[in-house]
């Protein structure tokens, strides 16, 4: 079966502090992966997306991921964390080319102590 | 602006009552999408659609329909609500194919729905 699975619902980090959030995928095709962050009240925002090439991507805000097929897994980094990526955070997966029919995880809520 | 536009953003009705979340695009996208948000679920997808006239049911279709007609129009109609059809509710639309940002689903800002 298909599915993303983010086994953090909550993360709680300081200002300034490093951050993952973890994302496992389970997919039978070459996987599109893809993170966005929804602030509250508002829709979802594209991070970054990665379907080929360097394992390592780049996003807005400062984000980078790493896709590393060994594990399945596609986690979320920063390298210094502002009060403002305080969030909820989406992994997703879906098949190239065929429109945005993607698969969500669960999403991690992320807080941020000053 | 490039955009995905719904109405309502909030409602509150009652069991039921017939209603229709509109969702319109500027992008001339092919593909959209309505999402439902709940709790622990993260999102499910309820409907899809390729291109005009072309819909076809995602994870949890039940209870809704949707209708394609125009390219840049995907509304989401309840029939006859029921409270677990409360949710907050997310139209999305991308291009399809080779065109530059395939996949890349826009989100309109959500629809916060109440069924009493």
């Known amino acids: 079966a298909q599915s993303v699975t983010q086994p953090d619902i909550h993360i709680t980090v300081s200002e300034g502090a490093s951050l993952e959030l973890r994302c496992n995928y389970s997919?039978?095709?070459?996987?599109?992966l893809f993170w966005y962050v929804q602030s509250p009240g508002q829709g979802l925002q594209l991070l970054l997306k990665?379907?080929?090439?360097?394992?390592l991507v780049q996003g807005i805000k400062g984000f980078e991921a790493e896709f590393k097929r060994s594990q399945s897994s596609f986690n979320l980094r920063k390298p210094s964390v502002h009060w403002s990526d305080a969030a909820e955070y989406f992994c997703?997966?879906?098949?190239?080319?065929?429109?945005?029919?993607?698969?969500f995880g669960q999403g991690t809520e992320l807080s941020v102590k000053p | 602006e490039a955009q995905v536009t719904q109405n309502p953003r909030y409602l509150i009705t009652v069991t039921g009552k017939k209603l229709t979340v509109t969702c319109s695009q500027n992008?001339?996208?092919?593909?959209m999408s309505w999402y439902r948000q709940d709790p622990g679920l993260g999102l499910r997808q309820i409907y899809y659609?390729?291109?005009?006239?072309?819909?076809d049911k995602g994870d949890v279709p039940e209870g809704y329909k949707v209708s394609r007609k125009e390219k840049r129009n995907f509304p989401l109609i309840l029939e006859s609500p029921s409270p677990n059809q409360t949710s907050l509710y997310f139209c999305?639309?991308?291009?399809?194919?080779?065109?530059?940002?395939?996949?890349?689903?826009?989100f309109g800002a959500g629809s916060r729905l109440t069924v009493l």
């Open positions: 999305a639309s991308s291009f399809v194919g080779q065109a530059s940002g395939a996949n890349v689903l826009t």
């Open positions: 997919y039978g095709a070459t996987p599109y």
């Open positions: 990665y379907f080929s090439g360097d394992t």
């Open positions: 997703a997966v879906g098949p190239y080319n065929q429109g945005g029919k993607l698969i």
């Open positions: 992008m001339n996208h092919e593909y």
């Open positions: 659609s390729m291109n005009v006239e072309v819909t």
